[in-house]
């Protein structure tokens, strides 16, 4: 060990390999997805001698001691690693005894430290059946981030397997995963990961045996899960569970990415090499994680894992919402916003059916004779204001031209309805250009597509500027307001289950009327628009905290250190545990530099 060699045999110094060609195979294993055949060939381009099974050998121990090395258990030779030990975990997440005071209890709401995880499968990392599996001798079995084999294989026997097709039409994964693996000893994988920031969590990752649906069982708690099925968006929706902020509940899939580039290359190793690699991709992806999010990205994006780039998305969209819920809880009954807050709360309590409050119930039915008496007279009655409004508006611009193109308005073409095609009014088919455009044929054109004059359709004259110069005011302060955005029913109505609800806002004209007829549509509007503000206050309160924590963590670690370098005999070791303390000391001291000012809150 002296010269920096690491030999593949006590009795064959010869096959030793340096700690430089061991690394750097670690390091081109990880970034570049390099398997151990073509690692070789590039080192023994002219060697006639093959030492690619040493080569085998030597990383396996050589991660296993690495690990240890970097765990701090080479410093704590009377203990080994248990399950999860050798693994990376978010450190802005909170945890009890590490980033967490001992009366967390007591400080925090139990919303603000409740675990947040989702959970998902990988039908590509596949993993063939051995010849001889008896041979496979395990280094790290259970100690990173894939369960102890021995007793997740005794829960595999004791559970009955019942070969179901999925509920979801669109949940291809599970049913092919389910003709045929008579070659495969595992169809994939399942995965749990913080939802915040997708992490990997420590020992909770299991190899498929009999579906999908087996990874849940390992979580029967009361946490909040998100999987990739849903049958009522209202009841699974993220948007309506009070504590959840906001999350990615498909974090998971943008993990699975660089793992599928392995899994071909880990498809045929034994079962324990094949743990090994998948615990060592797993642990870096964490680690490059944890080394971003104490950090100020200079732009923020959606699936940013700094948590100062999260803080200014949520102080942004905060301030989005707040507006519109505020202006439309000023405009609505008192009394109907206390019935409908009760409901809220005690749909977040018991949640199952009570969680329908936000899905607006029509009656999609074809109207009856008697409704479509009263919605033509309704029409007729619309369509004779147009005309006297016409009637008026003729006296008021006597004299103005409106012939030839000069002069004429030119509308913004998403505020007009001259491209309608028909399927919005019924019967406009049928009606030729002439017909629309004459102002004569109004009285027999439905009132939706009577054309009202407005007065900057005139030319200008300065004799009859003083006629309508308070109206064109108020017509150009109409289309200030008025965005083409604005003219689109209102999505609460016409699309309740469509997804990236978390930052819609009503236009402002639904913010200031609150007709009896139209309660049932306020009601789901307001609903909503609480949830809005109320997760995204959420998501700003849950930011700060995880600053905190994410300091409190790098602390912790660098304190660890600082007592293994205390208590070593051996200078080797002392300068180790010093080097770790100062990174982990930097991490805390660039978390700091980063959030000062920003978390204001107990820590």
């Not at 010269?3 to 340096?18: C, M, N």
């Not at 045929?268 to 094949?274: A, D, E, F, I, Y």
């Not at 989005?320 to 009760?342: C, D, F, H, I, R």
């Not at 308070?470 to 150009?476: A, G, S, T």
């Amino acid at each position: 060990m002296y010269p920096s060699l690491f030999p593949a045999s006590i009795t064959q110094s010869q096959s030793a390999f340096t700690f430089n060609i061991l690394d750097n195979f670690l390091i081109d294993a990880l970034e570049y997805k390099t398997s151990a055949m073509s690692f070789y060939q590039k080192l023994c381009l002219h060697d006639k001698k093959d030492h690619y099974y040493e080569l085998m050998w030597v990383s396996r121990i050589w991660r296993d001691l690495v690990n240890g090395i970097r765990f701090g258990f080479a410093h704590e030779s009377d203990r080994s690693p248990g399950p999860g030990d050798l693994a990376l975990y978010c450190p802005a997440y909170s945890q009890p005894g590490i980033n967490l005071p001992s009366s967390w209890k007591d400080t925090y709401d139990s919303w603000l430290v409740m675990q947040r995880y989702v959970v998902d499968g990988n039908f590509t990392a596949q993993h063939m059946k051995i010849k001889t599996p008896e041979d496979d001798v395990s280094l790290a079995d259970g100690k990173g981030y894939m369960v102890t084999e021995g007793p997740y294989q005794s829960h595999i026997i004791e559970s009955v397997e019942e070969k179901e097709k999925s509920s979801c039409s669109n949940h291809h994964a599970v049913n092919a995963a389910n003709i045929q693996r008579s070659n495969l000893r595992a169809t994939g994988v399942g995965a749990i990961a913080c939802a915040r920031h997708g992490c990997f969590v420590p020992h909770a990752v299991v190899d498929f045996q009999k579906g999908e649906r087996y990874v849940v069982t390992l979580l029967y708690y009361d946490l909040r899960l998100t999987t990739g099925v849903f049958t009522s968006m209202n009841r699974f929706s993220l948007n309506f569970i009070t504590g959840a902020g906001h999350i990615d509940g498909e974090i998971l899939e943008t993990l699975w990415v660089p793992f599928n580039k392995i899994s071909p290359t880990a498809r045929s190793m034994t079962l324990s090499h094949r743990q090994e690699v998948l615990d060592d991709h797993m642990r870096d992806s964490n680690w490059k994680k944890l080394v971003k999010i104490g950090k100020s990205p200079l732009l923020t994006s959606e699936m940013s894992t700094s948590t100062n780039g999260t803080l200014q998305k949520s102080n942004y969209y905060l301030k989005n919402t707040q507006g519109p819920y505020e202006e439309l809880m000023k405009s609505l009954n008192q009394a109907n916003v206390q019935k409908w807050k009760k409901e809220a709360e005690l749909a977040a309590l018991d949640r199952s059916e009570l969680l329908d409050i936000y899905q607006l119930k029509i009656d999609k039915e074809d109207p009856t004779a008697s409704q479509r008496t009263l919605m033509e007279e309704k029409r007729q009655k619309l369509l004779s204001c147009i005309n006297k409004f016409h009637k008026t508006a003729l006296v008021m611009t006597n004299g103005m031209e409106f012939e030839g193109e000069e002069g004429l308005h030119q509308d913004d073409p998403e505020l007009c309805l001259g491209e309608a095609d028909g399927s919005n009014f019924p019967g406009i088919e049928e009606l030729g250009e002439e017909s629309i455009l004459d102002l004569g044929d109004d009285a027999d054109s439905p009132a939706e597509v009577a054309e009202l004059w407005m007065p900057s359709w005139g030319t200008s004259d300065p004799i009859m500027n003083d006629v309508v110069i308070q109206l064109r005011q108020e017509e150009l302060e109409l289309q200030k307001a008025l965005k083409a955005e604005d003219l689109i029913v209102s999505k609460e109505v016409t699309e309740e289950n469509r997804h990236g609800q978390g930052s819609d806002r009503l236009a402002w004209f639904w913010r200031i009327n609150s007709a009896e007829d139209s309660q049932k549509i306020y009601r789901v509007n307001w609903l909503k628009a609480k949830a809005r503000y109320d997760r995204w206050s959420e998501e700003l309160k849950l930011v700060q905290h995880e600053m905190c924590w994410t300091v409190q963590w790098f602390q912790n670690q660098e304190s660890e250190w600082r007592a293994r370098a205390d208590e070593s005999i051996k200078n080797g070791h002392r300068a180790y545990a010093e080097k770790q303390a100062s990174m982990w000391a930097e991490f805390a001291a660039e978390g700091i530099k980063s959030f000062e000012e920003k978390w204001g809150m107990t820590s």
